[in-house]
């Protein structure tokens, strides 16, 4: 049986989650957004296709093209449980993109639920926020052994963050936009430093795309150099096409780094993507390694 998230606590949990400083005119766009989610969110539960494509981004409707509606559903339809207990965490905008941080529960047996986190995508499409993509997944709690004083004090500080059920996706998502400080707290709380999401990326492979301290940080905490994405892509790739990442070049360099790995998509090394993306001196410490 399907269940529709309502939308009576949106104030209190958007007022919540929206930092102080913020516009109020933006923690009212949030809720629009947030809002817009839900409704799609509801009409995927109640098997409603033609109101959830309302609400798809139009290259989202074109992935959906040549499939029958029960196809169609199944690849909108990102739990095979039930949700409920749908709530709103934190939005990170930019531009004409958003990013909505969602929690729920999920459940496989009666009365026994879970935990879930989802990161939502939406674009501005003619002057209506429309969802691009969809991801959940179900919180695995740390089981091995009880959490150490340290833990729980990194846990209690990033459930004040806005993370009441830290995860992988969190950490690797704090390393896309560079957040040291969170970096650090997710580490400390018991997150695996290699945790993988989305495209196989590793938090040290997304804080290469530009993240300084956050890349020379994790480089220090004994990331693996050498991991690499589903495309072949590896943190020295990415920051060698960065040229202000010359520091996390040489420090990813001086761990191993390897040079011969070529990209999935067009073949390419990392010493090639650095001459193409004119970074001189990135270029220059990858052709001495390479020597």
């Not at 949106?10 to 005119?25: C, G, I, K, N, R």
């Not at 879970?114 to 179900?138: F, T």
């Not at 693996?224 to 990442?245: I, P």
Request: proline share 3%; aromatic share 6%.
């Amino acid at each position: 049986m399907s269940r529709t998230i309502p939308m009576s606590f949106f104030a209190v949990a958007l007022a919540a989650s929206v930092v102080a400083s913020a516009p109020a005119a933006q923690a009212a766009d949030a809720a629009l957004r947030y809002r817009s989610y839900v409704s799609y969110f509801n009409a995927v539960q109640a098997s409603r296709l033609a109101e959830a494509k309302e609400l798809l981004a139009k290259s989202r409707l074109d992935d959906l093209k040549g499939l029958n509606d029960a196809k169609a559903l199944a690849a909108l339809t990102q739990l095979s449980s039930p949700l409920e207990n749908l709530q709103f965490r934190k939005e990170t905008l930019n531009g004409n993109e958003t990013t909505l941080f969602v929690t729920g529960k999920f459940s496989q047996k009666a009365d026994e639920w879970k935990d879930a986190n989802g990161i939502v995508k939406m674009v501005l499409d003619h002057n209506d926020w429309k969802v691009l993509s969809e991801q959940w997944k179900r919180v695995e709690t740390l089981k091995e052994k009880p959490p150490t004083p340290a833990q729980l004090d990194a846990i209690k500080k990033l459930h004040d963050a806005g993370y009441p059920t830290p995860s992988d996706e969190d950490f690797v998502q704090s390393a896309v936009f560079g957040q040291l400080s969170l970096i650090k707290l997710f580490l400390q709380a018991g997150i695996p430093i290699e945790s993988r999401v989305g495209q196989g990326s590793t938090a040290l492979i997304e804080s290469a795309r530009g993240h300084e301290d956050a890349a020379l940080y994790l480089i220090q905490q004994g990331a693996d150099v050498n991991a690499f994405s589903d495309t072949s892509m590896t943190a020295l790739m990415f920051a060698s096409q960065e040229c202000g990442m010359t520091n996390v070049v040489k420090a990813l360099l001086a761990k191993g780094a390897r040079l011969d790995i070529e990209d999935a998509i067009d073949g390419k090394t990392a010493l090639q993507m650095a001459e193409e993306a004119k970074c001189t001196a990135n270029a220059a410490l990858i052709r001495a390694a390479v020597r």
